[in-house]
């Protein structure tokens, strides 16, 4: 009986889970994947670099710093709203044993918000959300990000 009720669990939250991503619009969640192409070029770079985070103080020394591992030149850009994706300063050139979750480290986010009013957020540990401007705020907040 436990196992039936557990398995019915596990049913109903994927079904939620999908349902709250077809909530979003097609544009943020195609700048969703393309944040995540940027992110997997991050841990590419950390792999080779004895897993030390990239100069992340701007969008241009991160764009350089990922070009090998990039194949898109534009990795750093929102498809959407074309704006640069802005990134996090404090993370530059600090190896990422210094921070016990990874998936609580911000890399990116977008600069200006979707047409659905959404921001998308990447983490170190190669994740994305996709939060409203408030919870951004938040994010920003405790990240040290202006």
């Known amino acids: 009986m436990n196992w039936l009720r557990l398995t019915a669990l596990i049913a109903i939250t994927a079904v939620l889970i999908t349902l709250a991503w ?4 097609p544009e943020t969640q195609k700048c969703a994947a393309h944040m995540k192409k940027a992110l997997k070029a991050v841990q590419m770079y950390m792999a080779d670099w004895e897993n030390v985070f990239p100069p992340a103080t701007t969008a241009l020394k991160l764009s350089e710093a990922l070009q090998p591992y990039a194949a898109d030149k ?3 850009t929102c498809p959407i709203t ?7 300063p404090h993370i530059t050139w600090r190896p990422a044993s210094m921070y016990p979750n990874l998936s609580e480290v911000v890399v990116l986010y977008d600069a200006v918000p979707h047409k659905d009013k959404r921001y998308v957020v990447g983490y170190a540990d190669g994740s994305v959300k996709v ?3 408030k919870e951004l705020a938040v994010i920003k907040q405790k990240a ?3």
């Open 82 to 88: 074309r704006k640069e994706y802005k990134t996090n």
């Open 144 to 146: 040290r990000l202006k």
């Open 22 to 25: 077809a909530q979003l619009s």
């Open 131 to 133: 939060v409203t401007e």
């Open 74 to 76: 534009y990795v750093l």
